[in-house]
């Protein structure tokens, strides 16, 4: 029996979260004569972040589904002023003409609602929300869309599914899975060739930073590369409306298996080599640069590549660590969390008995 949101998502805590929502009768009408509607889903995901106290971490809109890996941030909405609610829930809830054009608020409107603390109160609530949050996406993608088709009814299957990601490695491991879907369906051949994914825009944004250090090389880099490795990677993604790859961390227990950030570099790579063995549907030989970031991930390669060959891996109660599950089941008075994870973390498995 599938658990209610409130045991889920903690809503004054940060945490990670895999979130699934199908189109109605898993109909194409997120592809096919309806492709330009995923270049919609991006839109929206965009404004969307932009405006609540959620971090948009990986996605990928597909023909008749759509994957979002979040990271939401309570705190952050506590420190925004009256007035930065009021601006923020305009943006997120614009006003529409009768054929679906926005209309801003104007900005009496936004001092008149900034000036009551009640309603700014519940406002700043639901734009730390996570079902706020996905009601916003998917209702006016619904909108739009049964607006172009000159209809009415549902256009998604029901509410969405959230699965908790209760630890860094989960949450690394939930983006890869979610960025190679197209290569999963067959529709692409490369990350940077899968449309309307994350990783495709990160690959974008990387090659593009990596250009223009090129034409126009910066002499702090010339005259030291190394120490300006990392804020080379940070400017890679600034301008990107998805989080940085450094913000895919969790609050996780001591110990735990994966205790530091990949850097966008590594996540690339990872992706990459993964996505080669996807495609070809054969292990082979393993890339020499995958298995070290595995590595670092405590992460097992042969489940590793089991769970990002086979679809519905990452859904059920909560996804991590042996440590992870127990805490979590300890937060909402459970006795314990399914395992998911197909024997992907390494520190789960239990001692070999010895040979003396």
Not at 90 to 112: C, F, K, V, Y
Not at 202 to 226: E, F, I, N
Request: hydrophobic share 45%; glycine share 6%; proline share 4%.
């Amino acid at each position: 029996m599938p658990l209610p949101r409130k045991a889920l998502v903690d809503p004054a805590r940060c945490g990670a979260y895999h979130l699934i929502s199908r189109c109605v009768r898993r109909a194409f009408l997120l592809g096919h004569a309806a492709e330009c509607r995923r270049a919609w889903v991006r839109e929206v995901m965009r404004e969307a972040a932009g405006a609540f106290a959620v971090d948009v971490l990986a996605y990928a809109a597909m023909s008749n589904h759509l994957h979002i890996v979040v990271r939401t941030d309570p705190e952050r909405a506590c420190a925004w002023s009256a007035s930065e609610v009021a601006q923020r829930w305009a943006s997120a809830h614009p006003r529409q003409t009768r054929d679906g054009a926005a209309l801003a608020w104007s900005s009496g409107e936004i001092a008149a609602r900034a000036a009551d603390a009640l309603w700014v109160s519940t406002a700043r609530d639901r734009l730390r929300s996570l079902s706020w949050f996905m009601k916003c996406i998917k209702e006016r993608l619904a909108r739009r869309a049964n607006r172009a088709d000159r209809c009415t009814g549902h256009f998604w299957e029901g509410r969405f599914q959230s699965v908790p990601l209760l630890d860094q490695a989960g949450v690394i491991a939930a983006m890869a899975y979610v960025d190679l879907n197209p290569i999963r369906a067959g529709l692409a051949d490369r990350p940077e060739a899968s449309d309307f994914t994350s990783v495709q825009d990160r690959c974008r944004a990387r090659q593009a930073h990596a250009a223009a250090r090129r034409v126009v090389p910066s002499l702090a880099a010339v005259s030291d590369a190394s120490s300006n490795h990392a804020a080379a990677e940070s400017d890679a993604e600034s301008g990107l409306w998805i989080a940085p790859i450094v913000r895919a961390t969790v609050d996780q227990p001591a110990g735990c298996a994966f205790t530091a950030a990949l850097t966008l570099d590594d996540y690339l790579t990872l992706v990459d080599a993964t996505g080669r063995i996807v495609r070809t549907g054969k292990r082979g030989a393993i890339p020499t640069h995958l298995s070290p970031i595995l590595d670092r991930l405590r992460l097992d390669l042969d489940a590793w590549m089991q769970l990002m060959s086979t679809g519905g891996g990452f859904r059920g109660g909560g996804f991590g660590a042996l440590a992870s599950r127990a805490r979590e089941a300890l937060r909402r008075g459970a006795q314990w969390i399914v395992d998911i994870t197909a024997g992907l973390y390494r520190d789960d498995r239990p001692p070999r008995p010895s040979t003396a």
